[in-house]
């Protein structure tokens, strides 16, 4: 595909991320996409190191994946002059005080904050975490906290029959949903534990997990089965996953605290105005804040404090009049995002394609 600027993506330049799982297939999907590169997920090798350098511009879309040889690519581009951008996923790792090792990652972070032609994001504004700019040069919202707008407004997911299922299910209940992976950080065994402890949740509720459960996770599985909760312990498509945050009243992001970072789950029922279930003090607790979002604080492990917040009346989801003024900020961040990229990387394009 040829740009307006009459370049093909590759001579525009590579989004890249050293395989596609996680995060990373979005992420290089999206920016490429966005910014009219190429993409590229591939393991690191001699080939794909001179693919990096050789790049006019780069864009490493999870920075801290393979280090020698992003720390090459990076270093080689320095001397030739060439504008790199990276993404950093984990600063908070950087601020663990009792181990060694992530006190030399602060120490390496600080130290690539100031090379030449590398610029690089964390996806948590520094107004929200203040010290990631000891180890980042931009404080930006995640992608996956606007990546559902489409540089007009946001779209509703569609139900799908995965979604009627759960609804019929509820019979009428409120429907609270903990989506994606399954494990112990993500607080699926808190939640089966709290489930068990206030049987009478699951008269007033159904309570859906709904994701591959880990193995870390699987002595959790009976008891949440047997307390009520309602399990699909299997991969969700997309369609599946996002037609949750139609039926969903309230979504479950409360994870443990050395899971204290960004969320695509909270990501997406942020942007489509759900209530969400958060660990009192956390990042996204803060991010919540900042959004009309209505948002329930409980302290991880909890589980009379859960039950509590559970037996109160839920919040309701946002309104069509505070979802417009809703989408109206996450735009300006998707826009932010995308326009400090375009001046580091040195691309420009007409304004009204972001």
Known sequence: MTHRDGKSAAQRGLVYASNPGGHRGPYVALFASLLGLEGLCAPASGAVLR????????????????????????????????????????????????????????????????????????????????????????????????????????????????????????????????????????????????????PALAERLLIVAAGRVLPCARASVETFVASGGLLYDRRLDDAELESLYGIADAIWCCYEPAYDQASGIFGRAMQFGVPVIVRRGSLIERVGAATPLSVIKVDFDDRNGLADALRAPLPRKLDESQMLAHAEKIGSWRQDFIRELEKVLKLSRPLDDI
């Open 51 to 198: 693919r990096l350098i050789a790049a006019p511009r780069l864009l490493v879309a999870t920075f801290e994946d393979d280090l020698p040889t992003i720390t090459a690519a990076v270093m080689a581009r320095a001397v030739l002059g060439r504008p790199t951008a990276g993404i950093f996923l984990s600063p908070q790792r950087c601020f663990v005080r009792d181990e060694l090792k992530c006190r030399i990652k602060k120490l390496a972070f600080m130290g690539y904050k100031r090379v030449p032609g590398l610029t690089l994001f964390t996806i948590t504004p520094f107004e929200i975490e203040p010290r990631f700019a000891e180890v980042a040069n931009v404080g930006a919202y995640d992608p996956q906290y606007w990546d559902m707008h489409d540089g007009m407004r946001i779209v509703m997911p569609p139900s799908t029959p995965f979604s009627d299922e759960i609804l019929a299910a509820a019979a009428g209940r409120p429907v609270v949903c903990m989506p994606g992976s399954l494990n112990a950080a993500k607080g699926f065994g808190f939640l089966a534990a709290a489930l068990a402890a206030t």
